[in-house]
């Protein structure tokens, strides 16, 4: 998960669902995150600090004029910390204090003054929860940059139900990986996962199938949305629960995977083939269920399914799974030649604790050079972001050129102002890069805009003067940005 080594200050407030909150604190500290607690006062009466201060080993603010706190004398300290801010559960109150930019306690006041994303996650009573005041406050936090996440429906422990309950603690964690992934290096990036093992249905109540459990393909469509891609995964069956963030296409026989898979590819960057597809599928389905006294034997005849590795090609990379009980580099080298694969994941099904099922794996990575590297025995999220490492490298070199097209907003004698959705090239914003132009060199920085509903990127400083030596740039001409030394020098120039 992408919380190792992060900070993540997280605020508790009174409602009845603060028990949850202990679980969530317990499940960040587990995964590596320094976990920094402030309750608010209306919180201690639901639960004790004690409970967090043991879970994360790290004293718990409670009080703004606190002498023996270590962030007292520093109010702002945490906001300054934090890598991201998460208040869960978060209260009617508190939605509405942080609304108003109130900073009369020491949650308010981190959330006011910190740089860092806040995830909030509601939680009360519906009638609360659907009051005009808390959606337009909800709504205001939501235009500020907040990620709200929830409310869940179903039952409300002030009776009845209702939309109001804390969403589960997995769908907060998610959500909170995603949010730290925004800096991460497959910003701008979709990437296409397959997982699962098919059905290929042979009456109505019987199948074909195989005993993948999706973990490999799940694992590495969390690795690459907590490195910020857009990642759509294309699943077949699998008891695993569905990703956070990520958009899941369900579907059942490789038939449906492969319609699934061509159009999840548009505008791809890469399409990773982690499922078990299954290579036959009966030639005849039967229309009602095959009764035991009516055949003695029964013969079923197969016909090949779909290659879709072989048969979905586009500009994006292709990279493919070869689960090997024997020759397996040999193997795994003749199908990525054969399919025309940027990168296979080789794996030997026999050795123990590795392939189907198992939560870890020990797989070789071969490129289209021939390049064999050779992995350790690693729990499945290991391998997925050792397998997203080389995908990483891969779209680097293929994506080292970039062009924007000028829009009268965008040409401004300060900014480039560049569409989030084509920001993939350049590093979060608050980062400064050189820009090697024919006027000579440019240090300017990458900063978010946001105004009104548009948010873009823009570069920042130092722009006025190459605007000034091009007068004959006009909208609609292009520009185009060329990666010189991957995230910090790019080259500017006219299309
Ligand atoms: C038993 C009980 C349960 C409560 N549960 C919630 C709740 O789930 N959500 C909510 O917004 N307020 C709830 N409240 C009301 C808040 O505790 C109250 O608004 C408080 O001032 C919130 O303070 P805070 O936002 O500073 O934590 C509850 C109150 C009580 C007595």
Redesign the pocket.
């Known amino acids: 998960m992408g919380l190792e080594g992060k900070t993540v200050v997280f605020g508790v407030?009174?409602?009845?669902?603060v028990y949850k909150a202990a679980d969530l604190a317990s499940q960040l500290t587990q995964a590596g995150a320094k976990v920094e607690v402030i309750m608010?006062?209306?919180?201690t009466?639901?639960i004790t600090p004690l409970t967090f201060r043991n879970i994360t080993g790290r004293p718990v603010v409670t009080k703004m004029f606190e002498l023996n706190s270590e962030f007292s004398v520093e109010h702002v300290a945490l906001a300054e910390a934090a890598d991201v801010v998460v208040i869960a559960?978060a209260?009617?109150?508190?939605i509405a204090?942080l609304a108003a930019g109130i900073a009369d306690?020491m949650?308010c006041c981190t959330v006011l003054a910190t740089k860092a994303p806040i995830v909030i996650a509601?939680?009360?009573?519906a009638a609360?929860y659907e009051n005009q005041i808390t959606q337009d406050n909800l709504a205001k936090l939501q235009a500020r940059g907040f990620t709200i996440v929830g409310p869940a429906y179903g039952r409300l422990?002030?009776g009845g139900t209702g939309l109001?309950r804390l969403v589960d603690v997995g769908e907060i964690l998610g959500t909170i990986c995603q949010v730290l992934g925004r800096s991460g290096d497959l910003v701008g990036k979709k990437i296409v996962v397959t997982a699962g093992g098919t059905q290929e249905p042979v009456d109505p109540v019987r199948c074909l199938t195989n005993r993948s459990s999706g973990k490999m393909g799940y694992a590495l469509a969390e690795a690459a949305r907590d490195r910020g891609a857009q990642v759509v995964l294309v699943s077949a069956p699998s008891a695993l629960p569905k990703p956070v963030c990520v958009d899941v296409v369900n579907v059942g026989t490789a038939q449906e995977m492969y319609e699934a898979v061509k159009k999840a590819v548009d505008k791809a960057d890469a399409l990773i083939m982690a499922a078990a597809v299954a290579d036959y599928r009966t030639k005849k389905v039967a229309e009602s269920k095959i009764k035991r006294q009516q055949v003695a034997s029964l013969t079923l005849e197969l016909e090949r399914t779909p290659d879709i590795l072989g048969e979905v090609k586009g500009k994006f990379l292709r990279i493919g799974f070869a689960a090997e009980s024997e020759n397996m580099v040999a193997n795994a080298k003749e199908k990525l030649q054969r399919k025309q694969l940027d990168l296979i994941v080789a794996n030997d099904i026999t050795a123990k604790g590795s392939g189907i099922g198992a939560d870890t794996n020990q797989v070789v990575i071969i490129d289209r050079k021939g390049k064999v590297e050779e992995l350790p025995l690693l729990p499945k999220r290991q391998v997925a972001d050792r397998i997203l490492d080389r995908v990483v490298e891969l779209l680097d070199k293929a994506s080292k050129r970039f062009e924007i097209i000028l829009k009268p907003s965008y040409i401004n004698s300060h900014f480039i102002h560049i569409p989030v959705a084509e920001r993939g090239l350049f590093p979060e914003f608050k980062r400064s890069l050189t820009l090697l132009t024919d006027i000579g060199e440019i240090e300017t920085t990458a900063g978010l805009c946001k105004s009104g509903t548009h948010r873009a990127l823009e570069l920042r400083k130092g722009l006025g003067k190459w605007y000034e030596a091009h007068p004959e740039l006009k909208s609609g001409d292009g520009v185009i940005f060329e990666v010189v030394e991957p995230l910090k020098k790019y080259r500017l120039r006219k299309a």
């Open positions: 407030t009174g409602s009845i669902a608010t006062e209306a919180a009466e639901f559960p209260t009617a109150n508190t204090r306690d949650l509601p939680a009360m009573h609360m422990a002030s109001g």
